[in-house]
Structure formats: structure tokens, C-alpha cells
Nanobody, 124 residues
């Protein structure tokens, strides 16, 4: 079982920035496509961003141009840089690992491993 640990969430104001981190001790981390999803109260978990082993990145339309996913220089870590945050970005953010094909990386059911989540709250 791959263990993923998210950190970096918090309470910020609209327009502020946050950087989320997701770390694992799993040695095969580099062989997975890594994704960030979020879940607001009463809503389904939704795709935010993903980065493949090739470092190609993919984003939802709602965050494109504001969020950046990257693999860190620190081994086995990915980041989600979130800029120009909006109240509608408020949610629990989860990182996940998948070996799904490109057409499926926005599908949360295709992810094999998940972290425990980190809360992001954006006040207006």
C-alpha cells in the first residue's frame, strides 16, 4: 500500500496563494501519474490537476492558469501551487496515484492510492 501525505492547507483570503505538498516514502513513486482532486461538502470529488511520469501536466478548466502542479526536487514529492484563490476553491484537497491511461486520469475511480486530505478554506 502506497502511503501519501498531504500538507499545506489552511485558511486564506480571496486572491491569496497556497502551496500544497504530497509526499510518499514509496520507492516506485516516479512510476505513477499523480493527481490532485478536491471535494467540497455535499459534492463529489472532482479533478483538479495531474502530472504524468513524462512531466506533462493537465488541469481542470476551473483552475487552469491559476494552479500549477509539479514534481519537486525533493524526492517523492509533488506540489500544487494555487494562486489567485477564490471562495469556490474551498474544499478538502487530496493527492492520488494512478497508472491509468491518459484518457482516464481525470477519473477518481482510476486512482489506486490516496492521501488523507488537507483542508483549504478561502474567505471572501
Amino acid at each position: 500500500q502506497v502511503r501519501l501525505v498531504e500538507s499545506g492547507g489552511g485558511l486564506v483570503q480571496a486572491g491569496d496563494s497556497l502551496r500544497l505538498s504530497c509526499t510518499t516514502s514509496e520507492s516506485s513513486f516516479g512510476t505513477y501519474t499523480m493527481g490532485w482532486f478536491r471535494q467540497a461538502p455535499g459534492k463529489e470529488r472532482e479533478f483538479v490537476a495531474a502530472i504524468r511520469t513524462s512531466s506533462h501536466t493537465y488541469y481542470s478548466d476551473s483552475v487552469k492558469g491559476r494552479f500549477t502542479i509539479s514534481r519537486g526536487n525533493v524526492k517523492n514529492t509533488i506540489y500544487l501551487q494555487m494562486d489567485t484563490l477564490k471562495p469556490e476553491d474551498t474544499a478538502v484537497y487530496y493527492c492520488g496515484a494512478t497508472r491509468a491511461v491518459l484518457s482516464s486520469i481525470r477519473d477518481s475511480t482510476m486512482y489506486l492510492h490516496w492521501g488523507q486530505g488537507t483542508q483549504v478554506t478561502v474567505s471572501s
